[in-house]
Each structure stands twice: as structure tokens, then as C-alpha cells.
């Protein structure tokens, strides 16, 4: 593969359940440009820091049942995010796979470590002595970054070395996500056909 038969790396997944529906847009090789609608404001607020920060051009169109919990809709959302750039992604030839980012939010500091090879395992380590954002509960982050992890296929470790406030605890682990995740899923330049694996399969 050279530079000029790069593929697309744009998907569109859709997803219903009887608890959720979900319709999510995915380009890897994007300008940060995101249309969000989750019904969860905290988590169309999250996303669209994860894309601009990530590079990603994202639309997630969402409906889920929030008058019982925002749980189902943030899960799903997760499930489809991974599926979405699982399939985006292809065989992963030439990319990086791994991603390392350390991000400051004001008195917060989370660190993102992830490997994109096919071996779903999430450590998170976050909890600020609170835990809710008005009405959303910041434990949900996890449910999230488990299910992304989960269906991606990443091994997935998150830190929050120090922090407080929750909304800036929440910022700083979804803009470092959306880092690491850029330095991933890029094209490795000296390594533009091989697979990054000695296994010869991820």
C-alpha cells in the first residue's frame, strides 16, 4: 500500500435494540467537524471534544430510554463507536496500533494508553471524591470506554492520576482518548504495507 491507494476509512453503523437506537457516522481521517444528538447533553458535550481533539469527523444520531437511566444510551453508544471504527479500520495495515496521551483539564491530569490489537481489555482507574455532573454520573465513563473496548477490540487503560472536579475529570479522559486514538489508527509511513504485529495477525 503507497499513498495514493490509501482507503477510505469512513463507515456509517447503525444499531437498534428495544432499549436504544443509534446511528453513527465514523471518519478516522476527518477534520475534528462533529454533529452530536444523543439526548444526554453531558455526553454530546464529551463526543464532541473526543472528536475535535481526535481529529475525527463524528455524527451520532441517538435515541434511547433516558426517562429510565442514561446507561443504555451511553453503553450503546460505545458499542457502536467501537464497532465503527473496527470496521473502518480494516485489516489495520500500516497503522500505528499503539497511542500514549497525558492531558492536563485544570486541577485534573488523566493519562489514555491503548493498543488496537484485537484483545479487549479495559483498566480504569478514575474516581474523583465526586461523581455527577448534574444529572449524569460520571461513572458511566466507564460503562463507555468498556464497551468501546470491548467491541473495537482494544486494549484499553485509563488513569486518572489526580483530580476533582468531575466535568473536568470526564474532559480530560475523553480528550486524551480521542489523542491516543489519533496517534493509533494513523498511517505508520516506514511501515505502509506491513501489519504491526509479529503474530502476522491483530
Known sequence: M?????????????????????????????????????????LDHMLNLFSKHG???????????INVDYHHTVEDIGIVLGEAFKQALGNKIGIRRYGFFMLPMDESLARVVIDIGGRPHLVYEANPPTMFVRDFNIVLVKEFCRAFSNTLGANLHVHLLYGEEPHHVAE??????????????????????????????I
Open 2 to 42: 503507497d499513498k495514493g491507494t490509501i482507503p477510505s476509512r469512513r463507515v456509517t453503523i447503525k444499531r437498534k435494540t428495544a432499549e436504544t437506537d443509534v446511528v453513527l457516522t465514523l471518519g478516522i481521517d476527518g477534520e475534528g467537524r462533529a454533529k452530536i444528538d444523543t439526548g444526554v447533553p453531558f
Open 172 to 201: 480530560a479522559i475523553f480528550k486524551a482518548l480521542g489523542r491516543a486514538l489519533d496517534q493509533a489508527t494513523q498511517f505508520e509511513p516506514r511501515a505502509m504495507n506491513l501489519l504491526p504485529s509479529t503474530k502476522g495477525t
Open 55 to 65: 481529529l475525527f469527523d463524528l455524527e451520532v444520531l441517538a435515541k434511547g430510554d
